[in-house]
Each structure stands twice: as C-alpha cells, then as structure tokens.
C-alpha cells in the first residue's frame, strides 16, 4: 500500500472507513470550489466561440493547443486517480457529504472536456488561416496538418494507455493500488512540464503577430484571478496533493503573462488607431475657416 493513500486501508469497505478520506468544508468554502469549477468552465466558451465565429486560427499556436490538451488530461487523470476513495465514499457516505471533496476532480474533468473543442476546431480551420497562396506557403500549411494530426494521434494514444493501465492496476490491487497512484503523481508533474512550455509558443506567436488574433482575452481574463482563487482554494481548503497544484500555479503565472501581453498589443493597436484618425482628421482641415479666406 502507498504510504500516500488517504486511507490507511488498501481497500476500503465500510462507513468509518470511507468518512475518513473525506476532507470537511464549511458552507462557504463549498460555495467558493462551486463558483470556481463554474467559472473554470465558463472561461473556455469565449474562446470556442471565437475560434467558430471567425472558423479562424490565426494568431493561435497549435503547440500550445497541444501541451494545453497534454496537461489537461495529465491533470484530470492525477485527481481522478488519488481521489478514487473520495468517489467512492459516495457509496457509503451518500452524496451530499463526498461531494464537497470531489470538487476539484469534477473542475479537473471538466475543464479537460470544455478545452477539448479546441484542438478540434484547430484541426478543422487549420486550413482557413490569413496567407498567401504562394507554393510556399501552400507547402508550408500542408506540412503544419501533418504534425497536427500526428500530434493528435499522440494525444489519443496516452489517452488509452493511461486510462487501460489505470484500470488494469486497480483491477487487481485494488482503489490504492501503488501502480496506479505512482502512475498518477507521474502524471501530475508532466502536468507540470507541459504547463511550463505550453505557453512559450503562443507566447512567441502572440509576440510575433503583435495582436490577439483568434485569442480571446475574455477567456485569459477569467482564467487569470479565477486561478489565484482555485490554488487557495485547492492549497489550503480541498488539501490537494502538491503535484495536484504545481500544474495549476505555473499555468496561473503564465496566464497572466500572455493576457498582459495582449492587452498591451491591444490598448497599442487602438491608441494608433486614434492617432491615424486624427491626424486624417488634421489633414483634410483648413488652416483657415472659410470667412477669413484671402479673395
């Protein structure tokens, strides 16, 4: 048994047993997780939105929306799999006392299934993207579908393998199987890794394209204190895992980087747009009103 399993049982079965996974919350540190999760969800249908609106990708990095995809899921399977007990609780317990505790992995799960419309409607618009028509560029697009969907691919074949190792493991030893929760804090830290470089080539890209393009700002600007709040929520309230966590406190710190960046290319933008247009104005203005004009 893991030492780090939240029960001292390897396979618990009774009611004592279970209540003690359970973490107790007051009503409203219960209605602080509900409002996070809610509004972790709601923050990504601004930008599917945008992205089907415009049927555009410009401006977005497909290796975000890659590392992006990885951590998600990496994140989600680390919750799901430490939190097994807590789910179970459920069935002794009852639902209205595990529920509290199972907040952050319903978050996790969601905030996976909400992003992954993303790389879908990437792979769907990767063609109708602002360019030229040259062979150049004609070649250069084919060769970016290519590493999408290998890239895909990869995505959907750590899904099955982490999800059939998972099962097999608990099948035979059990919710606190060490092979499955060593797996599980495995996946917590890539989540780490993937947070750390998943912003770095957006970042670029927004840097090069000096815009937000097909970003939605709205998405980072709820993202952004909406994780300050869920890693306190997460730290001090629902005692996550550090490996739980560190995902979270990287990806905040990198939000807040990129929504700075394209707010300032923006409020720029449209401080140049002003300018322009007034001195248009300027332009097709007489020095002089038409009554003092020289006969």
Same mark, same amino acid.
């Given at each position: 048994?893991?030492?780090?399993?939240?029960?001292?049982?390897?396979?618990?079965?009774?009611?004592?047993?279970?209540?003690?996974?359970?973490?107790?919350?007051?009503?409203?540190?219960?209605?602080?997780?509900?409002?996070?999760?809610?509004?972790?969800?709601?923050?990504?249908?601004?930008?599917?939105?945008?992205?089907?609106?415009?049927? =555009?990708?410009?401006?977005? *990095?497909?290796?975000? &929306?890659?590392? /992006?995809? +990885?951590?998600? #899921?990496?994140?989600?399977?680390?919750?799901?799999?430490?939190?097994?007990?807590?789910?179970?609780?459920?069935?002794?317990?009852?639902?209205?006392?595990?529920?509290?505790?199972?907040?952050?992995s319903i978050q996790m799960v969601g905030l996976y299934v909400m992003f992954f419309g993303v790389p879908l409607l990437y792979i769907l618009f990767s063609n109708d993207y602002e360019g030229s028509n040259s062979t150049l560029d004609i070649?250069?697009?084919?060769?970016?579908?290519?590493?999408?969907?290998?890239?895909?691919?990869?995505?959907?074949?750590?899904?099955?393998?982490?999800?059939?190792?998972?099962?097999?493991?608990?099948?035979?030893?059990?919710?606190? =199987?060490?092979?499955?929760? *060593?797996?599980?804090? &495995?996946?917590? /830290?890539? +989540?780490?890794? #993937?947070?750390?470089?998943?912003?770095?080539?957006?970042?670029?890209?927004t840097y090069k394209f000096k815009g937000s393009g097909s970003i939605s700002i709205i998405t980072l600007a709820i993202q952004a204190p909406g994780g300050i709040i869920n890693l306190i929520f997460m730290i001090f309230i629902s005692k996550e895992q550090f490996s739980t966590w560190i995902s979270i406190f990287i990806n905040t710190s990198q939000t807040l980087i990129l929504l700075c960046m394209l707010l300032y290319y923006n409020f720029k933008s449209k401080f140049k747009k002003i300018l322009e247009k007034k001195k248009k104005v300027n332009d097709h203005t007489p020095l002089l009103s038409p009554e003092y004009t020289v006969q």
């Open positions: 048994m893991s030492d780090d399993c939240p029960t001292s049982f390897l396979n618990p079965n009774t009611h004592h047993e279970y209540d003690m996974v359970l973490v107790n919350m007051s009503d409203f540190s219960i209605f602080l997780g509900i409002a996070v999760t809610l509004g972790s969800l709601i923050s990504f249908v601004p930008q599917v939105m945008k992205i089907y609106k415009k049927r =555009s990708i410009l401006g977005i *990095n497909f290796f975000w &929306v890659f590392f /992006y995809t +990885s951590q998600q #899921f990496c994140r989600a399977s680390n919750t799901v799999i430490l939190n097994l007990p807590r789910f179970l609780a459920c069935s002794q317990v009852g639902f209205k006392k595990c529920f509290p505790s199972l907040i952050v070649k250069k697009r084919r060769k970016n579908q290519r590493i999408i969907k290998v890239l895909y691919i990869l995505i959907m074949c750590y899904t099955i393998s982490v999800v059939g190792i998972s099962c097999f493991s608990i099948s035979f030893q059990g919710i606190c =199987s060490n092979i499955a929760r *060593n797996l599980a804090r &495995v996946l917590g /830290y890539f +989540s780490g890794f #993937f947070v750390l470089f998943q912003w770095l080539p957006q970042i670029y890209s």
